[in-house]
């Protein structure tokens, strides 16, 4: 990290830029902003300024003075490529996310153990009949990924009576989770477990990292991925389903967003689609994140948010 950095001009990219241009002039005035268009930046641009922020990164980036990017986002994978190899530090939004996404996750999990599908259709026929009413508190839940939204998710459903088991390459302190564990020791966790929710995020080790045989330990579990869609193979989930490894799928993210519209996970009766919206980008967090990032750099620290872009998280 540039030892003493102190950003000075920054680019604000997409939709959003000109109302974050009005909260940054308030939140952090010593930083002076414009606003641009996502794609290649102008050469006035490029030797103007020392950071940017969007969702994307500008083809000429390397051309530039910028010595940060900060994504309005919590995943980097669509960035990290581009980024390798560059003098530039990237740091990244999480702020309400991991909440976000545990409401989410808990929603879900509470439709499907109230049998609120089932409800809504016996209702449609004026069927009075009662299912076995929701046990949350016997019930738990494996969570891939131990990560800023992993301990979200295990958070919000420890709230409702859940256990929350996090799974990730090296297992460790339990933290947010009632137990952590490293993937090669989940077995039996996901063979007990009720729920499976995979929030991991897309590098090359979890790529396709739900798979067959992973899937193959569940007994019926739901399956909620809020991580990234490449994460699983989806002939394997569409196999597990029929088998009924997994009972229901629910799914925020897929390896092409958006979903074709052919696609059979549109209409499989076990799996429930949501067009990638669990975990929205707040501006106030952006702002916040960006002032916790500049904080940093101008005390010397490298920012809390900081991404190891080798690493792709
Ligand atoms: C959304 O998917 C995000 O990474 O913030």
Not at 35 to 46: F, I, M, Q, R, W
Request: glycine residues 8%; aromatic residues 6%; negative net charge.
């Amino acid at each position: 990290m540039p030892s003493a950095f102190t950003p000075r001009r920054m680019l604000l990219a997409g939709r959003d830029a000109a109302d974050l241009a009005a909260d940054l002039a308030d939140a952090l005035p010593e930083l002076d902003t414009r606003t641009v268009k996502h794609g290649p930046l102008s050469p006035e641009d490029a030797a103007w300024a020392d950071g940017y922020t969007g969702f994307t990164v500008p083809p000429n980036l390397a051309d530039s003075s910028i010595r940060w990017v900060h994504l309005p986002m919590a995943g980097v994978d669509r960035v990290v490529e581009e980024l390798a190899g560059q003098d530039v530090v990237l740091t990244r939004t999480v702020g309400s996310m991991p909440h976000a996404i545990g409401t989410y996750v808990l929603a879900h999990l509470l439709a499907e153990a109230w049998h609120l599908r089932e409800y809504a259709a016996l209702q449609s026929r004026a069927e009075w009949q009662p299912l076995p009413s929701a046990r949350v508190a016997a019930r738990s839940v494996v969570v891939l990924g131990t990560g800023h939204i992993g301990a979200g998710v295990a958070r919000v459903l420890r709230g409702a009576g859940y256990r929350a088991v996090g799974v990730n390459t090296h297992g460790g302190e339990a933290g947010d989770f009632d137990d952590v564990v490293a993937l090669a020791d989940a077995g039996p966790h996901l063979t007990a477990c009720d729920a499976l929710v995979n929030a991991l995020p897309l590098t090359a080790a979890t790529r396709g990292l739900v798979d067959a045989e992973l899937l193959d330990r569940l007994d019926g579990a739901v399956v909620v991925n809020v991580g990234r869609g490449a994460t699983t193979d989806p002939d394997d989930l569409r196999a597990a389903l029929d088998s009924g490894r997994v009972r229901h799928a629910v799914l925020d993210v897929f390896e092409t967003e958006p979903l074709p519209a052919t696609d059979w996970r549109w209409t499989h009766p076990a799996v429930t689609v949501t067009p990638h919206v669990s975990g929205p980008t707040e501006r106030e967090d952006v702002v916040a994140a960006i002032v916790e990032a500049y904080e940093a750099f101008t005390s010397g620290r490298r920012p809390p948010l900081a991404v190891t872009v080798d690493r792709g998280y």
